[in-house]
DNA sequence: GTATTAATGCAACTTACTTGCATTATAATC
DNA sequence: GATTATAATGCAAGTAAGTTGCATTAATAC
């Protein structure tokens, strides 16, 4: 039996408010990454009025018990989602701006020329593209 | 003989201004992309004291003009780079922050997979590597 | 040299996010 | 169930990167 993030932060010794359970609820059910606006408004929505300062910490505090990720696209705002998720990018329509995930069978050829083209301890990569979705041409 | 973009500039009827000759030729010396930040302090350390604000408004013309490229790392400032330079990705240093531009052979396999794999029709990529450059090692 | 208008400087504004501090609420202990 | 310690919260103020309005300056055409 898997133990729900919930249940790990609880034995963690952290304490589980509405905000907080709120937040990793729907990120949860959301399958692409979105801006911490966004998940202000959809706890408003569900019922959970909280401070965007609050969801600005709580974000905060969900990248450093490492249960979402941070996503930086071409875009002004943040996105964050889950990180229990298999790796995978992101495609981006530049019209209707949906973001949808993508997961791509070439990409270890890619990691493996990059780790032996450079002397870098490469720890990480970011990978989007950007176009136009079907139902944008 | 190749026309210069100060050329191309002023024989499209923009002027030349000090500001521009020096941003286009500080960037064209610059072998990675750097901010508005820098781009207004190294500026200054030449003699040309311009406003931040023109150093703004000078990259928005030379987007405009595709004569530089932004570029989005994970960074809170945009970077900048010139366009004509072949395609190319990044690696980032995440100790001294260090850029290094990056020719990736395999990139040619991906775009075809993700471009068969997707109903998307895409027009750019993003492609950055992170991780601890041989001197920060 | 004069005229036209692109480019500039400065101040004010915006947006995304952060911080300080007083208050509230979770959860462990009694 | 009440008491307590302190994590989490709300609100106001602050920050950093970038933008905008407007009066002034300067590049180019004539
Ligand atoms: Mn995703
Ligand atoms: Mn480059
Ligand atoms: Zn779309
Ligand atoms: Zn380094």
Do not use: W
């Not at 010794?13 to 937040?23: D, K, P, Q």
């Not at 071409?74 to 995930?101: G, P, Q, S």
């Amino acid at each position: 039996m898997i133990k729900s993030h919930i249940n790990n932060l609880q034995s963690k010794g952290f304490r589980i408010t509405s905000a907080r359970s709120a937040i990793i609820n729907l990120l949860e059910s959301t399958p692409h990454p979105i801006t911490a606006n966004s998940i202000h408004k959809l706890l408003k929505k569900v019922g959970t009025d909280v401070n965007i300062t609050t969801v600005y910490r709580e974000i905060e505090f969900l990248l450093s018990q490492k249960i979402i990720n941070k996503i930086q696209l071409f875009d002004t705002e943040l996105h964050y989602e889950m990180a229990d998720r298999t790796h995978h990018h992101h495609i981006v329509c530049t019209d209707c701006k949906a973001i949808e995930d993508l997961k791509i069978d070439s990409e270890k050829d890619l990691l493996d020329e990059v780790c032996s083209d450079t002397r870098y301890k490469i720890s990480t990569h970011s990978l989007t593209f950007y176009g136009v979705c079907p139902a944008c041409k």
